[in-house]
């Protein structure tokens, strides 16, 4: 009998910590308070490499991309933006209950309570590039909580994370504060940049009057001494008319609602903006070129309700040499609609390039989770042009448009290593502006 409880007191001291029996119970859940205490430093200081250390993830993890992406957010040296993030990171709390912790053999977990800055109440002024954010996330004093579950598991006598859950409603704040990576420059000297031609203000371009060049990419370019100057001018009295629409926008969504990018390669910029549709309820995208033959600019695409007041609404707009595509998302963390228009570029037609909806898709994801046994169903469902539509064919479709992207002209969408879209993540970006400096730009060409 003696020897039995030799065994057994053996058992217990070279057995894993962590079973139940050997009367480990309370170290461990002082080991795995720790790493949750690491766990919320690493989380305030948005040290992505602090945080991963606590798991046993390796490199290929989705889960190891997705902190990866989402933490140390690289500025290149504007601290400006930097500090922004890091003030709201620094809100974050985990708030737990250390007798909540489950164990299961090697295995344990406990929910948890995530409370972070509520940055969605934050008052970002948006006319401005220079915008105030620091000040606006300074002045906000509410959180929000956001509910979470964390799995651990022994690994070589140590507890790791093996699970972390609504990482993405926790960091969805992360990629919302967009840089100033693109600030146009003045307007370029004609008479260096540009040859020297005929002045065509007072009759219709000739043939002869012209100066055309092959560029790269797609079309050919017209352009005269003056072109640049008249096409701020005509952007100005499109942007001044729209005026109310876009600052609407700006404030309703907290976004940069102005672009400017020479979508056809003709050398000029097109302009293009997203403006209240006149309900508050939603904004579209319009495209602007300026038409030599009209001597204005012409509205060439519209792409209707890219971003609506909702939990899941965002959107993505990029360009590929020949192609306009605009990806918008509607719905609830639990249904999620995911819409991509692609406008091809055509020929000229009255004086301007023609641009043709030539295809539409979309995925909807629609989890339905089961709190009794903890599990989360994903159910998801393609379409091509309203058609039904495969796992297969839709995402390297959607892969083929990211790969072939010369240009990401705006983005207010938290993109993850699930998406089809990730690859934006590494192409240019041509950062939208407030209403204040698009005026100011197209006034230094004028």
């Given at each position: 009998m003696k020897s039995k409880k030799i065994i057994a007191g053996v058992l217990c001291v070279t057995l894993t910590a962590g079973f139940a029996g050997c009367d480990n119970t309370k170290k461990d859940r002082e080991a795995i308070g720790k790493i949750i205490d690491a766990c919320a430093d690493a989380f305030k200081e948005d040290d992505a490499e602090a945080f991963l250390e606590l798991t046993d993830w390796d490199e290929d993890d989705k889960s190891y991309q997705q902190v990866e992406n989402a933490m140390n957010s690289d500025f290149e040296g504007d601290d400006y933006y930097r500090d922004c993030y890091s003030l709201i990171f620094d809100s974050i709390e985990i708030d737990y209950d250390i007798e909540d912790i489950e164990f299961k053999g090697d295995k344990a977990s406990i929910s948890v309570k995530y409370e972070v800055l509520d940055w969605n109440d934050v008052n970002f002024k948006v006319n401005d590039l220079y915008l105030p954010y620091k000040d606006a996330i300074e002045d906000e004093k509410d959180t929000i909580s956001i509910k979470g579950k964390i799995d651990f598991k022994l690994v070589d006598g140590e507890w790791k994370i093996t699970k972390i859950t609504n990482l993405d409603e926790l960091f969805s704040f992360n990629g919302l504060i967009i840089e100033p990576d693109f600030v146009p420059t003045p307007a370029p000297d004609p008479t260096e940049s540009q040859p020297t031609v005929p002045d065509p203000t007072e009759t219709q371009p000739t043939e002869t009057q012209p100066v055309t060049t092959e560029p790269t990419g797609t079309s050919e370019t017209t352009a005269y001494s003056d072109s640049f100057e008249k096409t701020m001018r005509a952007f100005k009295t499109v942007l001044e008319q729209n005026r109310d629409a876009i600052q609407l926008t700006e404030v309703t969504f907290g976004i940069n609602a102005v672009g400017f990018y020479d979508l056809d390669g003709n050398g000029l910029p097109e302009l293009y903006f997203i403006s209240d549709d006149g309900n508050e309820y939603s904004a579209s995208l319009h495209v602007y070129e300026y038409n030599e033959y009209a001597g204005e600019a012409i509205e060439v695409v519209t792409s209707p309700e890219i971003i609506t007041q909702g939990q899941a609404s965002s959107y993505i707009i990029y360009a590929t040499d020949k192609e306009l595509i605009v990806t918008y998302t509607y719905g609830e963390s639990y249904f999620l609609h995911v819409s991509t228009d692609m406008y091809a570029l055509?020929?000229?037609?009255?004086?301007?390039?023609?641009?043709?909806?030539?295809?539409?898709?979309?995925?909807?994801?629609?989890?339905?989770?089961?709190?009794?046994?903890?599990?989360?169903?994903?159910?998801?469902?393609?379409?091509?042009?309203?058609?039904?539509?495969?796992?297969?064919?839709?995402?390297?479709?959607?892969?083929?448009?990211?790969?072939?992207?010369?240009?990401?002209?705006?983005?207010?969408?938290?993109?993850?290593?699930?998406?089809?879209?990730?690859?934006?993540?590494?192409?240019?970006?041509?950062?939208?502006?407030?209403?204040?400096?698009?005026?100011?730009?197209?006034?230094?060409?004028?």
């Open positions: 055509g020929e000229r037609e009255g004086g301007i390039h023609k641009w043709d909806l030539c295809e539409t898709f979309a995925r909807e994801i629609i989890s339905d989770y089961d709190p009794e046994t903890d599990t989360e169903t994903v159910t998801k469902v393609f379409y091509h042009n309203a058609k039904n539509y495969t796992e297969d064919e839709y995402m390297p479709t959607m892969k083929g448009f990211t790969e072939r992207t010369v240009m990401t002209l705006g983005r207010h969408y938290v993109l993850s290593s699930n998406d089809p879209e990730y690859g934006l993540m590494s192409k240019p970006s041509n950062g939208m502006l407030g209403y204040g400096l698009a005026i100011d730009y197209v006034e230094s060409g004028i």
